[in-house]
C-alpha cells in the first residue's frame, strides 16, 4: 500500500469507526486523531512530493503534482481545524440539548467522510473521478446544512442540493464534451480522462467542441466554489449549518472546486491559447467580488456576511488566475492559502459568538457584544481584520500581488474596478462588524448570553488566531515550495 | 437501419420529455422518467450491437435496472408516503410551455450542428435531440413548485448528459459511468429523504413555501 492511499484510507476508517455507538471520550479521540493522521499523511505526500517523486496510484487514475500537493495539505489542515473544533462545538451543543445521540454519531461519520472527498478531489487526475469526488462532497454536506433539522436548514439544504446537482451535470456535460472533443484521440478507457493524457494532446482537441465544454465545465464547477451568479445557495447554507462543517464547505469546497475550474482552464490553456477561459475566470472573479459588495452592506447574519466574503475571495483568487500573469497566479495560490489558514478563526468565533447568544442575527445578538462576550467579540474582530486584507497580515500582501501584476499587464480597466470594489468591501464588512461589536450595548438586553468560558472550543479557536496571526509573518519554507510548485502547474512550466 | 434505430429512440426520449412538460399527475411523470430512462438503455444496446462494444451492454443494463426501474419505483413510494399526487398550477400554463419547448428544442438542434460530428448523419440527430431535453429541463426546473417535480428535471437534465456521451463519444469509461450511476442514485434517495423531511415540516411540498432565506 502506497502512502497516497493510506491519505485517503485514513478518513473513511475514521468515518466508519464515528458511527459506533461508544462512550463520548473515545469518540472526540477517533474524530481528533483520524484527523491529524490524514493531516500527517498528508504533508508526508506532499513531501514525497517535494522530494521529487510524483505520487500515483492505479495508473495515474491519482496523481500528485504541485497544484495536488498544496490542495491537499491545505484541505487536509482544514480537517484537522474542523474535527478540533466539532469536540467543542458538540459538548456545548449537548450540554443545550440539542444534539440526539443518533444525530452526533450522524456528525461522527459525515464530518470525516467530507474530508476524505475533498482530498480525493485534491489527488485525482482522472476528470471522471474528479466529478465524482466533487459529487459525493455535494452529498455529504447536505446532510450537515440540514444537520439543525429547522425549516430554515431544510430550505437551505434543498436549494443546496437542487442547486448543486444542478451544477454539477453541467459539470458533468463539459467533462463529456471535454472527452468528445478528443474523439479517435484520446482512447477509451479510463486512460481517455486522464487529465495529463488530455493536456498532452491538448493542440489536437476539437475547438468548438473543446469551447463549449469548457463553458459548462467553468460554471458548474463554477456553482460549486460559489462564482457569482451561482452562488446564491452559499449565505443559507453557510447559516444553517454548523460551524465545523461551515468552515469545510468554505475552504476546502472552494479550494476543492477552484482545483477543478484550474484544471479545465489549464487543458483550455493549453488547447485554445491563455485568452478564452482566462477571460471567462477573470470576469466571474470580477462579478463576484462586485456582487458581494451590495450584499455585504445590507446583510442581517453573522455567517451569511462570511458567505458573501467567501464569493470576494473565490473572486479574488479566479481574478488572479484569469489575469493570465504568472506574478498574479502566485498572487492567487498564495491568496489561496492564507485564506485556508485565516478562515478557521472567522468560523470558529463567529461560532461561538452563535451559540453563546443562541442565534447568529444581527438582531438577536444586539450591538456592543464586545461588552457582553469579550473575547469571542475580540477575536471575530481579529478575524475580520485579517480576512478583509489589512496590513500587515498575509490577504493583503496576496491581493497588493494580485494588484500589481494587473495593473501591469493588459486589463487595467478590469483590475481597477477590482480594486475599487475591494476598498468598498473592506469598508462595509467593518461597517457591519463594528456596528455589531463595538456598538452601544443596551442597558438590559432582552436575552442575556451565556457566560464565556475556556472550554475545548475555545481552546481551538484560540489556536486558529495563533496560525491566522502567525501565518502572516511566517510561512513554513515547505509550504512555500508547494506554492511555488503550484504556480509552475498553472504556469505550465515543468 | 441501426443508425434509424437509434435516431428514433433517440426521438422517443424526446417526447417523453415533452409529455412530461404537458403533464401533471406526479405518478404519470414518473413513469414517462421510467420509460425515457429504458429508451436511452436502449440506444446504449443498440450502439453497442453496431460497433460491437461490450462495455455499452453493461451501461445500458445499469441505466435499465437503476433509472428504469430502482428510482421511479423509490419517488412512486415517497409520493405515497407523503400523499400528494397532483402538481399545482405551474406558473406558465401548458400551452405555452410546450410553445417555449418547441423553440428550445430549435435552439439545441441549431448547436448540436457546430459539434465535432455534428454535421452528418445520426449523431446529429441525437445531439440534437439531447441538448434539446436538456433546455427542457432545467425549463422544468424553473416553472415547476413540487419538490419530486424538480427532482424529475433533475434527473431529465442527467439523462440528456448521458445521452450527449453517447452521441458525442462511445460512452465513457465503464468505471466512471458506475461512480456516476452510484452518485446519482444516492443524489436520489437523499433528495428522497429531504422531501419527507420537508413534508413532515410544511405538510406541504410546495417549494415556494420554502422561502425565508434572503438577502
Given at each position: 500500500m502506497t502512502?497516497?492511499?493510506?491519505?485517503?484510507?485514513?478518513?473513511?476508517?475514521?468515518?466508519?469507526?464515528?458511527?459506533?455507538?461508544?462512550?463520548?471520550?473515545?469518540?472526540?479521540?477517533?474524530?481528533?486523531?483520524?484527523?491529524?493522521?490524514?493531516?500527517?499523511?498528508?504533508?508526508?505526500?506532499?513531501?514525497?512530493?517535494?522530494?521529487?517523486?510524483?505520487?500515483?496510484?492505479?495508473?495515474?487514475?491519482?496523481?500528485?503534482?504541485?497544484?495536488?500537493?498544496?490542495?491537499?495539505?491545505?484541505?487536509?489542515?482544514?480537517?484537522?481545524?474542523?474535527?478540533?473544533?466539532s469536540v467543542g462545538y458538540l459538548r456545548r451543543n449537548e450540554a443545550r440539548g440539542l444534539v440526539s445521540p443518533w444525530r452526533r454519531r450522524e456528525?461522527?461519520?459525515?464530518?470525516?467522510?467530507?474530508?476524505?472527498?475533498?482530498?480525493?478531489?485534491?489527488?485525482?487526475?482522472?476528470?471522471?473521478?474528479?466529478?465524482?469526488?466533487?459529487?459525493?462532497?455535494?452529498?455529504?454536506?447536505?446532510f450537515l446544512v440540514a444537520?439543525?433539522?429547522?425549516?430554515?436548514?431544510?430550505?437551505?439544504?434543498?436549494?443546496?442540493?437542487?442547486?448543486?446537482?444542478?451544477?454539477?451535470?453541467?459539470?458533468?456535460?463539459?467533462?463529456?464534451?471535454?472527452?468528445?472533443?478528443?474523439?479517435?484521440?484520446?482512447?477509451e478507457g479510463m486512460k481517455g480522462l486522464n487529465w495529463t493524457h488530455i493536456v498532452a494532446m491538448a493542440g489536437r482537441l476539437h475547438p468548438l467542441t473543446l469551447k463549449l465544454g469548457v463553458v459548462f465545465a467553468l460554471v458548474g464547477y463554477g456553482t460549486k466554489a460559489g462564482l457569482a451568479?451561482?452562488?446564491?445557495?452559499?449565505?443559507?447554507?453557510?447559516?444553517?449549518?454548523?460551524?465545523?462543517?461551515?468552515?469545510?464547505?468554505?475552504?476546502?469546497?472552494?479550494?476543492?472546486?477552484?482545483?477543478?475550474?484550474?484544471?479545465?482552464h489549464l487543458i483550455a490553456k493549453a488547447a485554445l491559447g491563455p485568452g478564452f477561459s482566462g477571460g471567462l475566470l477573470l470576469a466571474l472573479g470580477l462579478l463576484s467580488v462586485a456582487v458581494a459588495t451590495p450584499f455585504i452592506l445590507i446583510q442581517w447574519n453573522l455567517k451569511r456576511l462570511l458567505a458573501y466574503s467567501s464569493v470576494e475571495h473565490v473572486g479574488i483568487m479566479?481574478?488572479?488566475?484569469?489575469?493570465?500573469?504568472?506574478?498574479?497566479?502566485?498572487?492567487?495560490?498564495?491568496?489561496?492559502?492564507?485564506?485556508?489558514?485565516?478562515?478557521?478563526?472567522?468560523?470558529?468565533?463567529?461560532?461561538?459568538l452563535a451559540q453563546l447568544h443562541s442565534s447568529s442575527d444581527f438582531e438577536e445578538i444586539g450591538p456592543g457584544t464586545l461588552g457582553r462576550t469579550p473575547v469571542a467579540s475580540a477575536l471575530f474582530l481579529l478575524a475580520a481584520v485579517i480576512l478583509t486584507g489589512s496590513p500587515p497580515f498575509g490577504m493583503f500582501f496576496s491581493e497588493m500581488t494580485i494588484l500589481r501584476a494587473g495593473f501591469a499587464g493588459p486589463h487595467v480597466a478590469a483590475v481597477a474596478l477590482f480594486l475599487s470594489c475591494l476598498v468598498l468591501?473592506?469598508?462595509?464588512?467593518?461597517?457591519?462588524?463594528?456596528?455589531?461589536?463595538?456598538?452601544?450595548?443596551?442597558?438590559?438586553?432582552?436575552?442575556?448570553?451565556?457566560?464565556?468560558?475556556?472550554?475545548?472550543?475555545?481552546?481551538?479557536?484560540?489556536?486558529?488566531?495563533?496560525?491566522?496571526?502567525?501565518?502572516?509573518f511566517y510561512l513554513p519554507p515547505g509550504l512555500l515550495d508547494l506554492i511555488h510548485a503550484a504556480v509552475r502547474v498553472v504556469e505550465g512550466q515543468p | 437501419m441501426n443508425q434509424d434505430l437509434v435516431i428514433l429512440l433517440a426521438a422517443g426520449m424526446l417526447v417523453t420529455a415533452y409529455l412530461m412538460v404537458g403533464q401533471k399527475a406526479l405518478f404519470t411523470a414518473i413513469r414517462l422518467y421510467?420509460?425515457?430512462?429504458?429508451?436511452?438503455?436502449?440506444?446504449?444496446?443498440?450502439?453497442?450491437?453496431?460497433?460491437?462494444?461490450?462495455?455499452?451492454?453493461?451501461?445500458?443494463?445499469?441505466?435499465?435496472?437503476?433509472?428504469?426501474?430502482?428510482?421511479?419505483?423509490?419517488l412512486m413510494r415517497v409520493i405515497d408516503r407523503v400523499g400528494i399526487h397532483r402538481e399545482i398550477e405551474p406558473i406558465l400554463n401548458v400551452p405555452s410551455s410546450l410553445l417555449i419547448c418547441l423553440g428550445l428544442t430549435v435552439v439545441g438542434y441549431r448547436v448540436s450542428t457546430g459539434l465535432a460530428e455534428g454535421a452528418q448523419g445520426a449523431t446529429h440527430h441525437v445531439i440534437g435531440a439531447a441538448l434539446s431535453m436538456l433546455l427542457m429541463g432545467l425549463f422544468l426546473m424553473v416553472?415547476?413548485?413540487?419538490?419530486?417535480?424538480?427532482?424529475?428535471?433533475?434527473?431529465?437534465?442527467?439523462?440528456?448528459?448521458?445521452?450527449?456521451?453517447?452521441?458525442?463519444?462511445?460512452?465513457?469509461?465503464l468505471i466512471v459511468e458506475l461512480g456516476i450511476s452510484f452518485d446519482v442514485i444516492v443524489a436520489v434517495l437523499v433528495l428522497g429523504v429531504l422531501v419527507r423531511r420537508i413534508v413532515d415540516r410544511f405538510e406541504s411540498m410546495d417549494v415556494s413555501r420554502l422561502s425565508k432565506l434572503k438577502g
Open positions: 502512502l497516497l492511499l493510506w491519505t485517503l484510507i485514513v478518513p473513511v476508517g475514521t468515518a466508519l469507526l464515528g458511527v459506533l455507538p461508544v462512550p463520548r471520550w473515545l469518540k472526540e479521540t477517533n474524530l481528533v486523531g483520524g484527523l491529524a493522521l490524514t493531516f500527517a499523511l498528508s504533508i508526508a505526500t506532499a513531501g514525497r512530493f517535494l522530494a521529487g517523486s510524483t505520487p500515483t496510484a492505479f495508473g495515474e487514475v491519482l496523481r500528485v503534482d504541485g497544484l495536488s500537493a498544496l490542495v491537499l495539505v491545505l484541505s487536509a489542515f482544514v480537517g484537522l481545524m474542523s474535527g478540533a473544533y456528525f461522527d461519520a459525515l464530518i470525516p467522510l467530507y474530508v476524505f472527498a475533498m482530498l480525493l478531489v485534491a489527488v485525482s487526475n482522472n476528470l471522471g473521478i474528479l466529478w465524482i469526488a466533487v459529487e459525493l462532497t455535494t452529498l455529504v454536506s447536505v444537520f439543525h433539522n429547522r425549516d430554515t436548514s431544510l430550505e437551505a439544504a434543498w436549494k443546496f442540493l437542487v442547486l448543486g446537482s444542478l451544477g454539477l451535470g453541467f459539470a458533468l456535460l463539459g467533462t463529456v464534451l471535454l472527452f468528445a472533443s478528443g474523439r479517435g484521440l484520446l482512447g451568479p451561482m452562488h446564491t445557495w452559499k449565505p443559507d447554507a453557510y447559516r444553517e449549518a454548523p460551524s465545523p462543517a461551515g468552515v469545510l464547505m468554505a475552504v476546502g469546497m472552494l479550494n476543492g472546486a477552484l482545483y477543478c475550474l484550474l484544471r479545465f479566479a481574478v488572479g488566475v484569469g489575469l493570465g500573469a504568472e506574478a498574479a497566479t502566485f498572487g492567487a495560490m498564495l491568496h489561496m492559502t492564507y485564506h485556508t489558514l485565516a478562515k478557521p478563526l472567522s468560523f470558529f468565533s463567529a461560532g461561538t468591501l473592506f469598508c462595509g464588512f467593518f461597517y457591519q462588524v463594528g456596528r455589531l461589536i463595538l456598538g452601544e450595548s443596551p442597558r438590559s438586553p432582552a436575552r442575556p448570553p451565556q457566560p464565556e468560558r475556556l472550554d475545548a472550543g475555545a481552546a481551538v479557536t484560540l489556536l486558529a488566531a495563533v496560525v491566522a496571526v502567525l501565518s502572516a | 421510467s420509460l425515457q430512462s429504458i429508451l436511452l438503455g436502449g440506444v446504449a444496446v443498440v450502439m453497442g450491437l453496431s460497433d460491437h462494444r461490450a462495455h455499452l451492454f453493461a451501461s445500458a443494463g445499469l441505466t435499465i435496472v437503476l433509472k428504469g426501474v430502482v428510482i421511479p419505483w423509490f416553472t415547476r413548485r413540487k419538490a419530486v417535480t424538480q427532482i424529475l428535471a433533475l434527473l431529465t437534465v442527467e439523462n440528456a448528459v448521458f445521452l450527449v456521451a453517447l452521441g458525442a463519444t462511445t460512452g465513457m469509461p
